[in-house]
Nanobody
Framework: QVQLVESGGGLVQTGGSLRLSCAAS????????MGWFRQAPGKEREFVAT????????DYRDSVKDRFTISRDRAKNTVFLQMNSLNPDDTAVYYC?????????????????WGQGTQVSVSS
């Protein structure tokens, strides 16, 4: 059974940092693009960051550029999201997802496997 399991969420103060991890099991995603999305209460799920299968290309939503960094360890089938300078607008459930192809994508429809999510809360 294919699983993506996120971890690393929690409660931090404004300006703090968190590092999210997403561990895949059941099959290897080393050649698939991976992404992070988030959903705040009452809002639609939105793209946060994506990384290509090879790890050489990344893309971010504008509001997290220069604060968040996506990376991957292909050998360990794991993707990370380093989040710095967090603010209350970053509060959401964060989801890890694996794409069908190796190219980066900001569209949720490109992703075929999803984790259950991890809560990130930022207090003011």
């Amino acid at each position: 059974q294919v699983q993506l399991v996120e971890s690393g969420g929690g409660l931090v103060q404004t300006g703090g940092s968190l590092r999210l991890s997403c561990a895949a099991s059941g099959r290897t995603f080393s050649n698939n693009a991976m992404g992070w999305f988030r959903q705040a209460p009452g809002k639609e799920r939105e793209f946060v960051a994506t990384i290509s299968g090879s790890g050489d290309r990344t893309d971010y939503r504008d509001s997290v550029k220069d604060r968040f960094t996506i990376s991957r360890d292909r050998a360990k089938n794991t993707v990370f999201l380093q989040m710095n300078s967090l603010n209350p607008d970053d509060t959401a459930v964060y989801y890890c997802a694996a794409a069908f192809l190796s190219a980066i994508s900001t569209r949720a429809r490109s992703y075929t496997n999803w984790g259950q999510g991890t809560q990130v809360s930022v207090s003011s």
